[in-house]
């Protein structure tokens, strides 16, 4: 009888045992979703404008000097940031200003260097694929608020190269692909002062080769500002990258991080 009452109890023990225990867990791996290279993944950049100053008329020629009537006392917006850290580059400060006519889109650039990583051989006759191995203006813009991943890329280099194309920012690998058959019909011009260790870039862009709305003060667009600057250093460091709104990565094709250019009557 005493063993009876003894294996009771120990049943009993081992029911609420049982009990207790976590449900097994599955031996295989949910499927995961893949996740796209796009800006989406980051949190969004506080609001940030950038003013962009109407003009009566286009100029007669692109001359990338800030002292010139179309562009003296226009006041811009600073390339002053590292990418991904934030951190101030006072060396690297850069000033890019803007302005817009009836047709046209401009921007300045003031760039000063520490030293020039160039090609040997520059063309400025047509486009120069990777242009941002060398030393580069990049302007990313766009007027698709629906789609945020949809925007231009445009480059200048301190010697007139330039490259323009269409970007999607949810390709796995975003302007390695064919982006760059696309040509906005622009114009630019660059300006290289070795003595002041400065270089200058302007750009002409027509609005309506992206933007199908009509030209007026009030509009707005999404766009970024950065430069790469100097030679590949050895691994794992890597070449100086600013930006107007740090990405915080070295990645620059992240749309949240945008702030907004807007064209006004005066500022």
Not at 122 to 138: K, R
Not at 203 to 214: K, M
Request: glycine share 4%.
């Amino acid at each position: 009888m005493r063993i009876l009452s003894l294996l009771l109890v120990l049943l009993c023990v081992a029911v609420a045992s049982a009990q207790q225990q976590p449900p097994a867990q599955p031996t295989t791996k949910p499927n995961l979703v893949a996740q796209t290279p796009s800006a989406d993944r980051a949190p969004a950049q506080p609001s940030a404008t950038f003013p962009s100053v109407y003009a009566a008329s286009d100029p007669a020629a692109l001359t990338a000097n800030p002292d010139s009537p179309f562009w003296k006392d226009i006041k811009g917006v600073w390339i002053e940031r590292r990418i991904d850290t934030s951190e101030p580059a006072p060396q690297l400060r850069s000033e890019v200003r803007s302005r817009w006519t009836a047709s046209h889109l401009y921007f300045l650039c003031v760039c000063p260097y520490e030293q020039l990583n160039l090609r040997p051989n520059p063309q400025t006759g047509s486009d120069t694929n990777q242009l941002w191995e060398t030393d580069v203006l990049e302007v990313y813009i766009g007027s698709n608020f629906d789609d945020i991943t949809k925007y231009l890329e445009l480059q200048v280099s301190p010697q007139g190269e330039h490259l323009d194309g269409t970007i999607d920012a949810t390709v796995p690998r975003v302007g390695i692909g064919n982006e760059w058959v696309w040509e906005s019909g622009w114009k630019t011009k660059a300006r290289l002062d070795r003595e002041k260790k400065v270089w200058y870039a302007e750009i002409q862009l027509p609005i309506a080769s992206f933007d199908p709305r009509p030209v007026k003060a009030g509009n707005e667009f999404r766009i970024n500002l950065y430069r790469l600057q100097g030679p590949h250093p050895p691994a794992p460091a890597r070449r100086d990258f600013v930006a107007w709104l740090p990405t915080g990565e070295y990645q620059p094709h992240r749309p949240l991080k945008f702030g907004r250019l807007k064209l006004v009557e005066r500022q």
